[in-house]
């Protein structure tokens, strides 16, 4: 007969526990969330106790290369991995106190957060270990203002979201949300965050039976608008009939594979209803964050944005990437953190640059024409220099002085001889 043997280390290390968890929640999580908002990264950090001196060492590492789209699930795969590895980029090679490492380090526990900035919610894995593996992990979301809840854990996509307001995977939860849905017998949405739902027309077995699913969709879609503004209306297989521009392995044919063929032949049909008003907010949100200023400037039927930073505005085109964010699978901040990256720190550069120059050449005149030409001028109004700032504003690291004299000898060659 076999004898249950547990761990020994649970109840020693147990204080230590729950002061890491504390600790990471209080001092590392809610810290990284106030100072960076909804760009916070994953991180992880691994707690061990040293036989020799008896003293706790940690370690914490930005995670930036887990999978967007991966599940919970996979995602506490993944960093468990991490964390156990006798070789892994987390683990302690000595102990921060006396030096001893190899076996005289002992894990203890790690742990894992990750930001919904859809909900402001950020997910925590608590990694506990026991006879050197990991023996449990709890799970705990916490709230903006640091109050912290346990679940149950791992859960499928749909219980996730319903836990925290947003999708551990925008991808994941499409595919739990067709598999749920497949077979129903009417149309069905769910609201994924504010101003964006995504809807299923189940399977019909013939065309006639397809076509007769769309006899009351507009009175469907005016119960919808009764409790949701919206203006767009896409169905996933619009990117073949309409030609979105989406790579292959971007749209639904590589996220939700299992149902792709049924989806092309509109055995079943996936769409997706948008408030693009929402989105235009949330790109504000979060470029706002880094001193650029995005507001709608455009018709009903088109998706124009102006984008300002000091004396610097570009109006863009940003309905292509709009509907790239719907037909690729991710959330309004996932969308504007994949697409609108480089181009908002491109124009918050641009916005920085003119008072820079300025302050390095106070007997020239600079202005910003237009909101996007750079020209510098001398004292007798000649110019001296004109070009589109934003690429002015990126040729060089102008914020650091060696920079900022590159970046002067190159658009004002005589410039040298001022230093």
Not at 336 to 351: D, P
Request: overall charge negative.
């Amino acid at each position: 007969m076999a004898i249950l043997q547990f761990p020994s280390e649970g109840r020693q290390f147990r204080q230590l526990r729950t002061f890491a968890r504390e600790q990471f929640q209080r001092e590392i999580r809610q810290n990284a969330i106030a100072q960076l908002g909804p760009e916070a990264s994953d991180m992880a950090v691994l707690v061990s106790a040293c036989k020799r001196c008896g003293l706790p060492s940690s370690e914490l590492h930005v995670i930036n290369d887990l999978m967007l789209d991966a599940t919970q699930g996979d995602v506490q795969t993944l960093v468990g991995r991490l964390l156990a590895s006798a070789v892994g980029r987390a683990h302690l090679s000595h102990c921060a106190h006396c030096l001893a490492g190899g076996e005289e380090l002992v894990s203890v526990v790690g742990h894992f957060g990750r930001l919904l900035p859809e909900s402001g919610q950020d997910l925590q894995l608590e990694f506990i270990f026991g006879d050197k593996r990991i023996v449990r992990v709890d799970h705990h979301r916490m709230s903006a203002d640091g109050e912290t809840v346990a679940l149950a854990g791992p859960v499928d996509e749909l219980a996730f979201h319903e836990a925290f307001g947003a999708p551990m995977s925008m991808r994941g939860l499409w595919n739990a949300f067709i598999a749920r849905h497949a077979t129903d017998y009417e149309f069905v949405t769910m609201a994924v965050q504010k101003g964006y739902l995504i809807g299923l027309r189940p399977y019909a077995d013939d065309v006639a039976e397809a076509v007769s699913f769309y006899d009351g969709f507009d009175q469907f879609m005016e119960r919808q608008r009764g409790e949701l503004p919206f203006d767009t209306v896409t169905f996933l297989r619009d990117r073949e009939e309409d030609e979105i521009p989406i790579p292959l392995e971007e749209s639904y044919h590589a996220w939700l594979e299992p149902w792709a063929v049924d989806i092309a032949d509109a055995a079943l049909d996936p769409f997706i209803v948008a408030d693009s008003g929402s989105f235009v907010r949330v790109l504000d949100e979060l470029a706002s964050r880094r001193g650029v200023r995005v507001k709608r400037d455009s018709g009903d039927d088109t998706l124009y944005a102006r984008f300002e930073a000091g004396e610097v505005y570009l109006r863009l085109n940003i309905g292509p990437r709009y509907f790239r964010t719907l037909h690729t699978g991710q959330t309004f901040h996932r969308g504007v953190m994949t697409y609108f990256g480089k181009e908002i720190l491109a124009i918050k550069a641009a916005g920085e640059l003119a008072p820079v120059l300025r302050r390095a050449l106070p007997g020239l005149r600079i202005s910003v024409r237009d909101g996007k030409r750079l020209e510098i001028a001398d004292r007798f109004e000649r110019l001296l220099f004109c070009d589109d700032i934003v690429r002015v504003a990126t040729s060089h690291d102008f914020r650091s002085e060696a920079g900022l004299r590159e970046l002067l000898a190159q658009v004002l060659p005589e410039v040298r001889a001022l230093g």
